[in-house]
């Protein structure tokens, strides 16, 4: 085969057997293209063809396969990377992505873009898969709790690290090993991060101006809101909206 194409390997958590390793690198040394969806990055990655390449799979696992393989340099955000003679994807859906750009890079656009319409979905994807991931916080003790239940109903607000430390009646210092401890995260960053998420629930939920909702989470202008939208998800307040907003869920029910 010309591709030989690895789908998400459920024995990602055990060695697997010599021949099906000898079965993929002989399929790459005579030229074939391989191509891993999702956990299929751990076979390859296994099989020494990622050693010093770039490569991704899906958000939950890749702190997992960048630690069981330190040679490879793996994309977190990534739907898909194309190394042109080795393809790895995020999830299931990021893998029809990749199948959509190689056939694509395969056979042309129209192709492609006629496929897409036949799976009603889009052609290209906008943004990176940290636009899906689900961060892991961690469990505040009750004084941290009552301080993040504070600031969360005041995002519209110019909130600072500062102002929290004063309503836990803490110094700077004290607040940030506390968010450090019991959060693994600093006090501005996880500002930051609510006033994403809180971006994100609006776009998805309302059909506000992105200038609005910049205000309302407290990110002062829809240019400060799209910077740090892209910082964060890798994609734009318009792109996310079109992706996940009513419009594209009455949309997507029609259908």
Not at 55 to 72: C, F, I, M, N, S
Not at 160 to 188: H, I, K, Y
Request: glycine fraction near 10%; charged fraction near 25%; hydrophobic fraction near 45%.
């Amino acid at each position: 085969a010309d591709t030989v194409l690895v789908p998400a390997w459920a024995g990602k958590d055990s060695e697997a057997s010599p021949a099906v390793l000898e079965a993929v690198r002989a399929a790459h040394a005579r030229g074939a293209r391989m191509v891993a969806i999702c956990t299929g990055a751990f076979l390859l990655a296994e099989a020494g063809l990622l050693e010093g390449r770039r490569a991704t799979t899906h958000w939950r696992y890749a702190d997992e396969l960048a630690a069981r393989y330190p040679g490879v340099e793996v994309d977190c955000d990534a739907l898909y990377v194309d190394l042109g003679d080795i393809a790895t994807s995020a999830g299931t859906a990021a893998g029809i992505d990749l199948c959509l750009h190689l056939v694509r890079r395969d056979h042309g656009a129209g192709l492609a873009g006629r496929i897409a319409r036949h799976m009603v979905m889009p052609p290209h994807r906008e943004g990176g898969q940290r636009q899906y991931a689900v961060g892991a916080a961690g469990e505040p003790s009750e004084s941290l709790g009552a301080v993040l239940e504070w600031a969360a109903e005041r995002l519209h607000e110019p909130l600072a690290v500062e102002d929290l430390a004063a309503q836990g009646r803490v110094s700077v210092r004290t607040l940030a090993r506390r968010f450090d401890e019991q959060l693994g995260v600093s006090p501005g960053k996880w500002l930051l991060s609510q006033r994403i998420s809180a971006a994100q629930a609006l776009l998805e939920g309302t059909d506000l101006p992105i200038e609005a909702i910049a205000t309302r989470v407290g990110l002062s202008s829809a240019l400060n809101l799209r910077r740090r939208f892209r910082d964060r998800l890798g994609t734009t307040p318009a792109a996310y909206r079109r992706a996940f907003g009513r419009t594209a869920s009455g949309a997507a029910a029609g259908g």
